[in-house]
């Protein structure tokens, strides 16, 4: 028993170590910026943000060839473009912005609530269509602290000088107003992780790889704990919102609501593999630190998992992880008083594509409609300036950037059969989430009826 607890011990510690590898899958998971040149990679939607990589600085973007596509894959694009002509907004800089109400058949009131893409990229014309004709009253981030950390336009004064900050803290339920000098990002200094990993080395082998991630990128709690004090000083309850709601009516608000981040994504992958797997090729490669080859057959499994499941496994990994968000995004839209909302990532494609089909599954508008929405993002990426830049830092990391900057209809299609499959209906998952009856009812109303402004 003692001989057997020191060999599970020592290959616990050996784990550790070569979890170090998993630095290197975590970096293709990881949304940290590098400059090519003039070029600079863009934190596009949480898909890239979570699998662009830090790339080779000395990668020619001039030998990177864009994947071609098929005559059904332009006519495709062909179709969807002309179709972004006809329903988004005459915008200039932001990207994938529309009325909810543009979606076919959808039951929705005209100027209510909009998915859109990164809002401070907006030019003057911009600013004048989204503040001035459309009025848009609040501003929902879906983006992580990650994301955020690394976005200059951030507090960019010309977008945001009349807005009140909001901030949702997940763990404790909260949500803090910042005042006129306070700003959403600040920097702390962090605790020595690689020493916290080591301590908890006698658990099991999935457990110690979660941990080390845990504790080299920061826990949930970490992440939250960056970003907030202690005692979170002056926040109030997250569903006290609603219940004073009139209060606010009159100002502007720009709410951060990260509903997806980069460790969340680390963990949900690893969660999925299984555990021989992971000890087998860790113990198939003891070189891993020092053996750039041993390095690529460890990466393996991880590559394998996130190449295969695609876009259909991140937003099951969105709806799992990001449950509390996406209440506090509902209650949002759910409130009258808050109208017109403006919900958005970077390109506005995927955590906020995953958003608008619940809205619209939710209010009755048919699978193909929602489908059809999701899939007007598909041109989104390659209109980008960096499309050449993403495309390269994926497949430099083995990850097929087909897959992660599309938005293929079969996407949607599977994200909604595996909401029924896995919760029963949409209405099951809001009940999952603590969206309930009372609460979906109140979005209904919100969103479909006339009411006298």
């Known amino acids: 028993m003692v001989g057997q607890r020191c060999y599970e011990r020592s290959l616990s510690l050996y784990l ?3 979890c170090t590898t998993i630095f290197l899958v975590c970096n293709a998971l990881i949304s940290k910026p590098t400059a090519f040149a003039s070029h600079k990679l863009s934190h596009s939607a949480y898909t890239t943000t979570c699998l662009s990589s830090i790339v080779d600085e000395s990668m020619d973007l001039s030998q990177i060839e864009i994947p071609e596509n098929t005559d059904e894959e332009k006519e495709f694009f062909a179709r969807t473009a002309q179709l972004c002509k006809e329903r988004n907004l005459p915008l200039q800089k932001v990207k994938n912005a529309r009325d909810l109400s543009s979606v076919r058949n959808s039951p929705i009131k005209p100027g209510r609530v909009y998915r859109i893409g990164r809002v401070s990229d907006a030019t003057t014309d911009d600013l004048k269509i989204l503040f001035g004709d459309i009025g848009v009253k609040t501003l929902v981030d879906l983006r992580s602290p990650t994301e955020l950390k690394d976005d200059p336009t951030l507090e960019r004064e010309e977008v945001f000088e009349n807005f009140t900050d909001m901030v949702f803290y997940e763990q404790k339920q909260l949500v803090k107003e910042l005042g006129p000098d306070e700003k959403r990002m600040e920097k702390k200094s962090k605790r020595d992780r690689v020493k916290d990993a080591v301590k908890d080395a006698g658990r099991g082998t999935k457990d110690v790889m979660i941990g080390f991630v845990d504790n080299f990128f920061g826990s949930e709690e970490d992440e939250q704990d960056m970003e907030e004090d202690e005692d979170c000083i002056d926040c109030m309850e997250a569903t006290a919102l609603l219940e004073e709601s009139a209060r606010r009516k009159n100002r502007k608000e720009r709410h951060f609501a990260s509903i997806m981040n980069e460790l969340k994504y680390v963990r949900g992958t690893l969660s ?24 690529e057959n460890i990466k393996k499994p991880f590559l394998d998992e996130i190449n295969g499941g695609g876009l259909p496994m991140l937003n099951d990994l969105l709806l799992r992880y990001g449950a509390p968000g996406i209440k506090y995004v509902l209650d949002l839209v759910s409130d009258v008083n808050r109208h017109p909302v403006a919900f958005y990532c970077t390109a506005g494609k995927d955590r906020t594509g995953v958003i608008a089909a619940i809205i619209l599954a939710l209010l009755g508008t048919e699978d193909d409609a929602i489908v059809e929405d999701y899939s007007l993002s598909a041109n989104v990426y390659a209109e980008m300036n960096d499309h050449k830049a993403m495309v390269g830092a994926l497949s430099q990391r083995s990850l097929d950037a087909k897959t992660f900057l599309g938005a293929p209809p079969h996407v949607m299609e599977d994200t909604l059969k595996n909401i029924r499959n896995d919760y029963g209906s949409v209405e099951e998952y809001l ?9 979906r009812d109140r979005l209904k109303y919100a969103l479909t009826e006339d009411r006298i402004l």
């Open 272 to 295: 999925k593999l299984r555990k021989r797997d992971i000890a087998k090729t860790i113990i198939k490669s003891p070189t891993t630190i020092v053996s750039k080859s041993a390095r």
């Open 431 to 439: 009940d999952f989430i603590g969206f309930d009856e009372k609460s």
């Open 16 to 18: 550790i170590l070569s």
